[in-house]
Nanobody, 111 residues
């Protein structure tokens, strides 16, 4: 069973940057489509970005131009580089694959 562990969250000022990481266990990471979701207080969990096994990426409108999803198959890790952060980006960020979820990492954007 694949296990996912997110890290890299924290408190950042508006306009700042963070890079989230999601480390996956298992030997088949390279074939997985990986996704980042987020859930703000009182809101539904929403998809942020997707990266396929071939490296193709898809972004939701909220992330386009500011966030970059990438993967390092040698490290079994997927990243989410977040720039120009806004208070509306405050949420718990989760990575997911095949219906499995990590525990999430909190991102707070506040001055």
């Amino acid at each position: 069973q694949v296990q996912l562990v997110e890290s890299g969250g924290g408190l950042v000022q508006p306009g700042g940057s963070l890079r989230l990481s999601c480390a996956a266990s298992g030997s088949s990471f390279s074939i997985y489509t990986m996704r980042w979701f987020r859930q703000a207080p009182g809101k539904l969990r929403e998809l942020v970005a997707t990266i396929t096994s071939s490296g193709s990426t898809i972004y939701q409108d909220s992330a386009k131009g500011r966030f970059t999803i990438s993967r390092d198959n040698a490290k079994n890790t997927v990243y989410l580089q977040m720039n120009s952060l806004k208070p509306d980006d405050t949420a718990v960020y989760y990575c997911s694959t095949m219906g499995l979820w990590g525990q999430g990492t909190q991102v707070t954007v506040s001055s």
